[in-house]
């Protein structure tokens, strides 16, 4: 057998650094291929010279195109046999990427616990990506539950990593030059800044989107997500095609500019969940809660964090008495954002 | 409330300018999912080679790039609470815009008409879109019918805007250096000069197109025009999403390619009427018809006036005994092409 | 009529070099397009980085990219009118294309036979890619078979070229430079070269892609392919659109990667035969067979001729006994890629 069957959870060792294949170069393509698949607008990934007004050479690549192209890498390697993908930490960006960067992708395994079932494990791992100056760009922690094939092998140690259950604001990676003192409100599209908001607060965004499968394919071939799931019609009794969670990250990140259309840029992914499949036909809507606000030491930029929620409902109502997830809760993502202080 | 409500119409004032958000940066990535969202061949804009014997430096954006990037910065600040787009007029392509270059928009208030039903009005906007360098690349009027929110706002003093009925010939700006002495017949696909055609005459475009609701959607978010009429299948009782109508003029101009190759650049928009709604699943078809043929001061180019209309039936009936326009009919526009004299 | 309605077999001459209009410049746009209409993966299609190790300068546009462009330009001189798409040969690649190159594209008439009813003939075209500097980028030659409209025009006398089974080793151009000595097996995705590989070998592919409308319209537009039956709902009885035969080597050449992540380039296309129609809704599947595998005089490249066949089913069954293909086979493409030796 000469093509990929994806490694089970007995293929996991404990420190073992995997190198993903397919480096990636992007270009305005990519670029331009992301604002046709979401509503993007904030001004800072559209306009070169907004992006020079605030320090920066030129615009970068949205945040969530370095996410997902990272990510996407990592698929072959981490998820073609995961049953369920549970969560996200640490996640830092450490460095823009503009257009004529080539991503790289490496994996290095720093958990594994195999469930009580003896069928299944959970894999953790965290994920670089690289630019082709061999800086890095991007590093979260995924877990993943990932089925085991032959259930005889032998459970491996557990070892369950340390995680921060939000990146702290000292940690964050301001990049350089990011200076927010000549920012263009009027430009942006929005007046508020940091102050303007309150912890606590809650903004719903008001747009929705109905999604189409020929959108999503689009989106996640695009990132060189290659899961069967997503694409093939005859792979679920069903016969739907399963929406890949970071296409939902990316439409409600792109829908909360409606209220948030200063938060620029991603800082972190402190955490983050894929509550309920999402499948086309369904009409995506997004609000956010001010989790915490900080101040950076780039000049005019504070941080704030955010609680980023996709639903395919209309309410704002998170979880139910029971303390799961509402059923058309899609997303909760919580992440920083850069913003004018 | 962060989120952007739209200005009603009691909220315009004679005079004022407003600067639309979130400028953008084109790329050779805009311009390749024109190619891909319309059969666009006109070969000027299709190769750099071309458009070296056509004079410019390299080949620009597609005309109505321009245009969709331009309009659809207005939308959250004058057409998000319109009940209509009414007409276009004085259209006019100032410059051509290339890959790289970055484009901005505003729109001043030249026209106010409040309903006598004391709950709408007509607002009358002059939009122009900038680049880089502050020079303007297209100006055009646009007059839409927006609710109010308060129904007790006063009216305001009626303006209504002396506006040409087309623009004249003397008027049209022709790209620096255009010239069409050496143009390659054989390259553009077809043998037509301006002397070829006569006024009054019909050209039948032949080809049809059924539209899907994916395509419209990434041709409307790809200029950032975020209605949601356009995106939300829960917004209209119908269930139906209503297609961006800028999605028509480009599907109806690239199918007049067939039969009007030649007819280059578009140096201006008379006036336009979005007869009737669009939706998935009809089939566009266009005809054009020449309204009027004038000489230009630059060397081998000629302006030819055109009325281009988008179908969703067979026929080039545009009215019915009426007057009205036939039931089929999405497009009635009015423009100035270049094309070889 | 001043549009186009395609030649018909009379209009074609033994020895008329026919130029196709349209010049297309190609940037990151296309590619990026290409990547998100199809799961392409091959690592010197994707990084810059990756293809300089090969020693190319940059990252070359996908030969498919190539093909389809180059086949788009064709479409409304050579098969408006065909009834039937029935053969290639000797397709050759010359020269590797680049992010912001021309291409045109002219046929040269090679052949042509009149049927025996007097209705239709079969015409056999050497289309010739070329690029800016008038290199030529791709050679190959078709026959399609062709309505007459005039049935009272004489029969042409017959001439069936001598044309190749299949390119001969020796005659594969190699980009100059090619060198896949210092190849990075992990970086590419699997370990495989050529020596791994046994003549008549067969490699399943494993994933499958639902096929919707908007995607396969979408990729044709790119390619400037105009034949009506991909478009128009109202064409044909059954009310559904013909997917472009090349959507399908696209898929099926992008599915391949799992199996085939190091046949990077297509060096030839000896055959090929869209075995049935395709059309959305349909589950796409790929399997390949090794047919040949020779040296090549690059540094540690070697060619390996490979059959690729596209199926609407799951099985790998080409034939049935009669002779014809399996209902399910859509192509059966005969060609050669290079591989590390």
């Given at each position: ?86 969560g996200y930490a640490e ?71 340390d995680l921060a259950g939000a990146v702290a ?99 972190a992914?402190n955490a ?19 989790l915490d ?12 964090r ?28 919580d ?7």
């Open positions: 057998m000469k093509t990929n069957s994806g490694r089970f959870f007995e293929d996991y060792r404990i420190g073992e650094v995997i190198p993903h294949a397919v480096p990636r170069t992007l270009s305005g393509g990519e670029r331009a291929l992301y604002h046709a698949l979401y509503p993007a607008r904030g001004a800072l990934f559209s306009s070169d010279d907004f992006a020079r007004t605030c320090g920066l050479p030129q615009s970068p690549m949205d945040d969530l195109i370095v996410f997902h192209t990272v990510f996407g890498k990592t698929v072959p390697d981490i998820s073609l046999n995961a049953v369920a993908n549970l996640g830092r960006f450490l460095e823009p990427v503009y257009a004529g960067d080539t991503l790289a992708s490496r994996s290095e395994v720093i958990g594994l616990k195999q469930n009580s079932n003896g069928k299944s494990g959970v894999v953790y791992v965290r994920t670089t990506g690289t630019n082709q100056h061999g800086v890095d760009v991007l590093q979260y922690v995924r877990w993943v539950m990932v089925r085991k094939k032959d259930l005889q092998a032998p459970a491996p140690d557990t070892v369950i990593p604001p000292d940690d964050l990676v301001i990049p350089a030059g990011l200076n927010f003192e000549r920012y263009d409100f009027a430009l942006a599209g929005e007046r508020y800044r940091a102050a303007d908001y309150a912890i606590g607060e809650i903004i719903e965004h008001v747009d929705g989107i109905t999604i189409e499968d020929a959108e999503h394919m689009l989106a996640t071939r695009l990132w060189q997500n290659t899961a069967k799931v997503h694409f093939d019609a005859t792979f679920r009794p069903d016969g739907r095609r399963l929406i890949y969670g970071g296409h939902i990250i990316s439409l409600a990140r792109a829908l909360s500019f409606n209220g948030l259309a200063n938060a620029q840029m991603i800082a992914i983050g969940a894929h509550a309920n499949p999402c499948f086309s036909g369904m009409t995506v809507r997004a609000w956010s809660e001010v606000i900080a101040e950076t030491t780039a000049p005019g930029v504070a941080a704030m955010l609680r980023l929620v996709a639903t395919s409902g209309a309410g704002t109502k998170l979880r139910g008495d029971d303390g799961k997830y509402s059923a058309d809760v899609l997303l909760d993502l992440y920083w954002a850069l913003i004018p202080a």
